[in-house]
């Protein structure tokens, strides 16, 4: 079977590169069930490739040849191997965190060849403290970072006696599950905003007529330096130039107990809290590095909107995803005066797109992206100034505690895509009363990734000193 891939998934294919591999992961961490021999390991691979039949998004990958006129399209692989895809893995002594983390960046620095589907799982065992953990990534033009996500939180159950539960890829896991709805609370990827405001684009009719109007109003506020969907005062860092293939993941956990109550004190959201966190983080990172700006650096944050009820029906309906472009208060030496000042950066931004349709938001983010995905296409990274220093993606994840064929989900962290001059990317997940952040970044260009998370540990002790 033969579908032509659209011209989003086909962008995706054609920007990658060795340095730039343009796959989405995620890192899962399991406890034991109770009762599980020391070859529980094996035993959980050995269930994954026991698998009768594939689902078909697992079986497609990117072809072009002359009987395609040139057009990339998605054939199913005749010669599909699932041993390619399922990989057994083992941690090296003292089978530390540090380890996990550093074989996740290696692997996902990866590229994928198109010859066969494009997606891997890897078991990986050898923690000391003998839990197991579950890295798997998916490249983007299959599927976003959310809808990634969801398809490993699809196979998850709060029943911890429940033991029928098929891997992502097993096509039993999709059958009879209702599809999900987008709320307009959920936070999306600067890709899943791109493809959405794409595919919007080609739509577009009566709403059009509002377009000169919307665009006026985003770039006066941009050349105000006010917050909106277009940045034009973001500095230049050492985050902003081309990158490797080489990635360095560091990943860690924070209560959001303890985030909420430094925004209910302050009267700011978790969100808020969140990049104020990295704000302080990126702050102390780049004193040690002697390399901080005068300037504050600027954040591209997705966001869920509401969108303005209009006389005209929108093309996706009330729901918007957008994107603000954010000011993380690195000028100011205070925590709390820069938690404020992102506040306050944040509702200007939402104020700001609140009063446009959905197509209108997502035109307008879709342009303030423009430079950032452009850039590195035309080899021009470095050449003009960067729209904004780096993205900070917050997404929802199940509230409650999840297990997977008796194995306690203990921990969940993302992996994502740093871009040519855009070398830092930070996607949080929230998951059982914690926020999990994955911080995925280029190996040589941020040096010494894992001092952000002692930095952002920091900044939170700092916050809730400053509300005390």
Not at 74 to 87: K, L, M, N, P
Not at 341 to 361: C, P, R, V, W
Request: hydrophobic fraction near 40%; charged fraction near 20%; proline fraction near 6%.
């Amino acid at each position: 079977m033969v579908n032509l891939i659209d011209p989003t998934a086909a962008a995706f294919l054609l920007a990658e590169n060795r340095s730039m591999p343009m796959h989405v992961g995620g890192l899962q961490l399991f406890e034991k069930p109770e009762g599980a021999g020391r070859d529980y390991g094996r035993q959980l691979y050995e269930s994954m490739r026991e698998v009768e039949e594939i689902a078909p998004l697992f079986l497609k990958r990117p072809h072009r040849s002359l009987t395609t006129a040139g057009q990339l399209v998605w054939v199913e692989d005749e010669q599909f191997d699932i041993d390619h895809h399922i990989r057994h893995s083992a941690l090296p002594k003292p089978g530390r965190i540090r380890e996990l983390l550093d074989l996740c960046g290696r692997l996902h620095g990866t590229r994928m060849a198109w010859e066969r589907p494009l997606w891997e799982a890897h078991v990986i065992e050898g923690l000391r403290d003998g839990r197991v953990a579950l890295y798997t990534k998916v490249h983007h033009s299959l599927v976003d970072g959310i809808s990634a996500m969801r398809l490993v939180q699809s196979t998850l159950t709060p029943d911890p006696d429940l033991r029928e539960m098929p891997p992502p890829w097993d096509a039993r896991t999709r059958r009879g599950r209702p599809a999900r709805s987008t709320s307009s609370d959920d936070a999306a990827g600067i890709t899943e905003i791109s493809t959405q405001a794409m595919r919007t684009a080609l739509g577009i009719t009566a709403e059009a007529a509002g377009m000169p109007g919307a665009l006026i109003k985003t770039l006066t506020r941009s050349v105000r330096n006010e917050t909106s969907s277009v940045s034009l005062y973001a500095p230049r860092t050492i985050f902003n130039q081309k990158i490797t293939s080489s990635r360095r993941f560091a990943a860690q956990d924070w209560p959001i107990a303890r985030l909420r109550a430094i925004g209910a004190a302050t009267g700011t959201t978790i969100n808020d809290v969140v990049l104020a966190m990295c704000g302080g983080a990126v702050r102390r990172y780049l004193l040690e590095l002697d390399a901080l700006p005068d300037t504050p650096l600027v954040a591209m944050v997705p966001i869920g909107l509401k969108a303005k009820e209009s006389h005209i029906a929108s093309t996706e309906g009330g729901n918007a995803v957008g994107s603000v472009m954010c000011r993380l208060g690195t000028d100011f030496a205070d925590p709390l005066d820069r938690l404020l000042d992102i506040s306050a950066s944040m509702n200007a931004g939402k104020e700001a797109l609140a009063g446009m349709t959905s197509t209108q938001i997502m035109a307008m983010s879709a342009l303030g992206q423009a430079p950032a995905i452009i850039a590195p296409i035309l080899r021009a990274s470095g050449l003009v100034r960067p729209p904004y220093n780096l993205i900070i993606s917050n997404v929802p994840g199940p509230r409650n505690t999840q297990y997977w064929n008796g194995a306690k989900l203990v921990g969940h962290y993302p992996l994502s895509i740093p871009i040519n001059g855009m070398a830092l990317n930070i996607t949080c997940i929230s998951y059982d009363g914690n926020l999990g952040f994955g911080l995925t970044g280029c190996r040589r260009t941020v040096p010494s990734l894992q001092r952000m998370l002692t930095h952002l540990d920091a900044e939170v002790t700092a916050l809730e000193k400053a509300v005390s």
